[in-house]
């Protein structure tokens, strides 16, 4: 999306913090921790000089005690040993301990919540809410799923500190959910040398930030196997992405894979591996190599071969991540209807046949399609610019696409409303709000999708358009890692509109 210079005067932001729980701050060390949205004080503290004793029951034990490995980890970096789960018996250790279970595996996770009730959402602590109780002698974590007590768990060590040699935490009950359920980040990750920073975001960060889910676009950074002219000399393997697959489980992390479709097929005077290796899939096959005069290059929505090929590409990085969906991109496409077989065509007609070619093929294998949304959007209706919405007829196709794709709406420049998100989840369509490289744009558009109270909205995505190594670089701490035009406010831009999908809150 951003990474053109045409940028727009919505751009061209103050990058003003919005004052969240969740500090704004670009080093790392200075993020606060999220205030729990219950917190019952009573007096005294659990206080320990030495190691407590770890128990969890056999559901917090699932998958080799994934939920609860944050408390393990922090444990043994806080008394310099090595600390391990042991499984919960009947009886209740002398020692100071931490207890950590499902909430209908014992009852006094059941007294917990019971005593919370009221504090509660309707549907009480769902699938990623926990409760903490605090007493001197001892903690009870409890969730109704293991996402819930690895979101406690995180919060247990950030309540701990950082201070070598003991834990000192204060007596009370508390309880936090997340205000609203998807908060993800959408990367660039194409070459086998991202990697390491992929497993950065999702080890370390992810859980800092509430993180759920992470967009890793690809496109066509692969060692491919089916089409073998369009891999990728440095691309991801099947098995970088076995690994990132399964360090992201144990996290409570989703990866989404995704291609850019359609559009986006060219960048200044470089064309993409698509139609360089199958230039009959070009939609402007006359243009000079260069691609002068244009913004990008796009494939040709009416050319039979094109989705099946495509499809062929998204079914490898889903059968490598073991997705559950895919990431269609699809945005900024300004070239349709130029081919001899398009001429003519309407604009809107054209892009839902992309999308719904697209969508038969990963509906197939039950696979949910997401894109971006700029294209559905009219830019005359919502006084979005023609990089947000569209200027070339493309908007019709909102009603000719099916309403179980989930629109991605992207808006970087600030603003108090954002219509489009509004007119697409009227639609009937999951809408995910995504913002960038301000705190003040991503705090306002993620407090508007929660202010509209829509169903449809899910949650509050983080785009980057940055090399993933600077994003990890800015996440740890380094302010010179991101300081071009595209990037200055990106650190402050993930951890404010996060933050505020979590807390629901400035």
Same mark, same amino acid.
């Given at each position: ?8 005067? %919505? =751009?061209?932001?103050?990058? $003003?913090? *919005?004052? @969240?729980?969740?500090? &704004? +701050? ?5 993020? !606060? ?11 005294? %503290? =659990?206080?320990?000089?030495? $190691?407590? *004793?770890? @128990?969890?029951?056999? &559901? +917090? ?5 994934? !939920? ?26 002398? +020692? ?411």
């Amino acid at each position: 999306m951003i990474q053109s210079d045409r940028v727009q005067d %919505a =751009f061209r932001t103050m990058f $003003v913090m *919005v004052g @969240l729980v969740v500090a &704004g +701050a670009t080093n790392a060390q200075e993020v !606060a921790t999220l205030t729990p949205k219950v917190v019952v004080s009573e007096a005294g %503290a =659990f206080h320990c000089d030495n $190691v407590p *004793v770890l @128990l969890a029951t056999r &559901g +917090a034990m699932a998958d080799g005690a994934a !939920a609860i490995q944050p408390l393990q980890a922090m444990l043994t970096r806080k008394f310099s040993t090595q600390v391990d789960v042991k499984p919960a018996g009947r009886s209740i250790p002398v +020692a100071p301990f931490i207890l950590a279970g499902l909430s209908n595996e014992r009852a006094s996770f059941k007294d917990l919540v019971r005593r919370l009730h009221d504090k509660l959402p309707k549907d009480g602590l769902g699938d990623e809410g926990y409760a903490l109780e605090v007493a001197a002698d001892h903690v009870f974590l409890t969730a109704a799923r293991p996402a819930g007590l690895f979101r406690g768990a995180t919060a247990l060590v950030e309540m701990a500190g950082k201070q070598a040699g003991s834990i000192n935490l204060k007596a009370g009950e508390y309880a936090d959910w997340p205000t609203i359920g998807w908060r993800g980040m959408h990367i660039m990750a194409s070459t086998h040398a991202s990697v390491p920073a992929i497993e950065a975001i999702i080890t370390k960060y992810a859980p800092e930030l509430r993180l759920n889910r992470l967009i890793l676009e690809v496109d066509y950074g692969f060692a491919f196997r089916s089409h073998p002219e369009m891999a990728a000399a440095d691309g991801l393997t099947v098995e970088d992405c076995r690994h990132i697959a399964s360090v992201a489980r144990t996290h409570f992390v989703e990866i989404i894979p995704s291609i850019n479709c359609l559009g986006h097929q060219s960048w200044a005077k470089k064309t993409g591996t698509l139609l360089t290796a199958h230039p009959e899939f070009d939609e402007t096959p006359a243009l000079p190599p260069d691609n002068p005069g244009i913004y990008c290059r796009s494939w040709c929505p009416s050319n039979p071969d094109v989705a099946p090929f495509v499809g062929d590409l998204m079914d490898e990085l889903i059968a490598a991540f073991g997705a559950t969906s895919f990431h269609c991109g699809m945005d900024e496409v300004f070239i349709l209807g130029e081919c001899p077989r398009c001429k003519g065509k309407d604009n809107a007609e054209l892009f839902a046949r992309a999308v719904n070619d697209l969508h038969a093929h990963l509906a197939k294998h039950k696979i949910g399609m997401m894109i971006w949304g700029d294209r559905l959007i009219d830019s005359a209706a919502t006084g979005n610019s023609k990089w947000e919405a569209s200027a070339n007829g493309t908007a019709p196709a909102i009603t000719r696409i099916p309403k179980d794709i989930v629109l991605c709406d992207w808006h970087y420049g600030k603003a108090q409303d954002f219509p489009s998100v509004k007119v697409l989840s009227d639609a009937g369509f999951q809408v995910w709000p995504s913002g960038w490289n301000s705190a003040e744009n991503a705090g306002q558009l993620a407090l508007y999708g929660l202010r509209i109270g829509s169903p449809h909205l899910v949650g509050y995505l983080a785009t980057t358009w940055a090399g993933v190594d600077g994003v990890v670089a800015g996440l740890g701490g380094d302010q010179t890692a991101n300081t071009g035009r595209n990037g200055s406010g990106l650190i402050a831009g993930i951890r404010t509109g996060l933050g505020v999908a979590w807390s629901g809150k400035q």
